[in-house]
């Protein structure tokens, strides 16, 4: 089931339109091959690939308990998870685009 | 069992008793459209993120009016849901909307070279002409 699944994902890797079209990458290039790394099971790889990906798993996993068993705090912890995982995101964007 | 009605004027909707507080509507739909709008920065490039934003932010706008008005009415998880939720859609408008800025402005200077607007200062006869073949994008 997973091999099938990340075969399917390996054959069906979208290009980004802004790294043919315009040379620059985008805020999403990498989330692919860091989400077929996870799939196999090297987390460093993916990590290193597209920081921002773990956090936004995590993110939506809260999201979805949150919607179920109503946390106390757990608005504010998701903006928190959502703003640090913008800020890793564009971080990680800088830095790439630099290099 | 009457808790005490300090607050109640008639005529003013309902009472904001303990335990009779009302959720706020679209709390939740604006918590969910907050936090996925980011998804849009990864796929389809930024522009997901910008609509799922700015239907976001659209929805967030009545309860926020509504709390402005009456705000010991409403539940306060509801409260707290709107507000994460509204941060949430302005940071992905913000991302979406930025680099929608950036690859636009690149694709203005991108056509043909990343200089190509040098050429209009060198032969200003060309001007015009160079203008529209800009003007669809």
Same mark, same amino acid.
């Given at each position: ?34 989400? #077929? ?11 290193? *690939?597209?920081?921002?990906? *773990?956090?936004? *798993? ?18 504010? #912890?998701?903006?928190? #998870? ?6 890793? #995101? ?10 | ?7 109640? =004027?008639?005529? =003013? ?31 389809? =490039? ?65 056509? $043909? $070279? ?24």
């Amino acid at each position: 089931m997973r091999e099938q699944l990340i075969q399917w994902l390996e054959a069906h890797l979208q290009p980004c339109v802004y790294k043919q079209n315009l040379g620059i990458e985008c805020l999403g290039c990498g989330f692919q091959r860091s989400l #077929i790394a996870l799939l196999k099971g090297n987390i460093w790889e993916s990590i290193l *690939l597209y920081p921002g990906l *773990l956090p936004m *798993l995590v993110l939506f996993a809260f999201l979805i308990l949150h919607l179920i068993f109503h946390f106390k705090k757990g608005a504010a #912890i998701l903006k928190y #998870i959502f703003l640090t995982d913008a800020a890793i #995101i564009v971080t990680n964007y800088i830095i790439q685009t630099i290099q | 069992m009457e808790e005490k009605n300090t607050g109640t =004027q008639p005529n =003013q909707g309902p009472s904001p008793a303990e335990g009779e507080k009302l959720m706020l509507p679209n709390s939740t739909a604006v918590l969910v459209l907050g936090i996925v709008s980011i998804v849009g920065v990864l796929c389809s =490039q930024g522009i997901l993120g910008v609509i799922l934003g700015i239907l976001g932010l659209v929805l967030a706008s009545t309860p926020m009016k509504m709390i402005n008005e009456h705000p010991e009415r409403y539940t306060e998880s509801s409260i707290k849901n709107l507000k994460a939720g509204r941060v949430c859609s302005i940071i992905g408008v913000a991302l979406g909307g930025a680099f929608l800025l950036l690859a636009f402005f690149l694709l203005l200077l991108g056509l $043909g $070279g990343f200089f190509a607007l040098l050429p209009f200062l060198d032969n200003m006869n060309n001007f015009n002409v160079d203008m529209i073949t800009l003007l669809p994008f």
